[in-house]
C-alpha cells in the first residue's frame, strides 16, 4: 500500500515557477516510480514526467520536456514536480501516482494521490 500527497499548488502569474511536492506514507515508497499528472476540465488525464525508484531516471512528455523537472527526495520519501515558464494551458489539478514500472500511461498507474490545483492566471 502506498499513499500519496500533493502540496504546493496555487495560483501563479504566466511565466512564473511552482514547485509541487508529492509526500508518500509507509516504507514501500522507495520501490515505487512516480509520475505526475494533470487533467483539465473536459480533458483527459495527461502523463507529465515520471521518475525512477532509485530516482536515476526520468521520462517526460513533450508538452513540458524543458519547462518541468522532476527529482526525488528518497530520504524524505518525496518527489518533486519543478515547474518553470507556467502558461495558462498548463491550469489544471496535478496528481501524483505509484507504479512499479516507470510510465507516462495513466491506466497503469495503482496508486494515487488526492490532486492539487495549480492555476496559471494573469
Known amino acids: 500500500q502506498l499513499q500519496l500527497v500533493e502540496s504546493g499548488g496555487g495560483l501563479v502569474h504566466p511565466g512564473g515557477s511552482l514547485r509541487l511536492s508529492c509526500t508518500a506514507s509507509?516504507?514501500?515508497?522507495?520501490?515505487?516510480?512516480i509520475g505526475w499528472f494533470r487533467q483539465a476540465p473536459g480533458k483527459e488525464r495527461e502523463g507529465l514526467s515520471c521518475?525512477?525508484?532509485?530516482?536515476?531516471?526520468?521520462i517526460y512528455a513533450d508538452s513540458v520536456k524543458g519547462r518541468f523537472t522532476t527529482a526525488r527526495d528518497i530520504a524524505k520519501n518525496t518527489v518533486y514536480l519543478e515547474m518553470n515558464n507556467l502558461k495558462p494551458e498548463d491550469t489544471a489539478v496535478y496528481y501524483c501516482?505509484?507504479?512499479?514500472?516507470?510510465?507516462?500511461?495513466?491506466?497503469?498507474?495503482?496508486?494515487w494521490g488526492q490532486g492539487i490545483q495549480v492555476t496559471v492566471s494573469s
Open positions: 509507509g516504507d514501500t515508497f522507495q520501490f515505487y516510480a
Open positions: 521518475i525512477t525508484s532509485d530516482g536515476a531516471e526520468t
Open positions: 501516482a505509484g507504479n512499479l514500472r516507470p510510465t507516462l500511461i495513466a491506466q497503469r498507474y495503482d496508486y
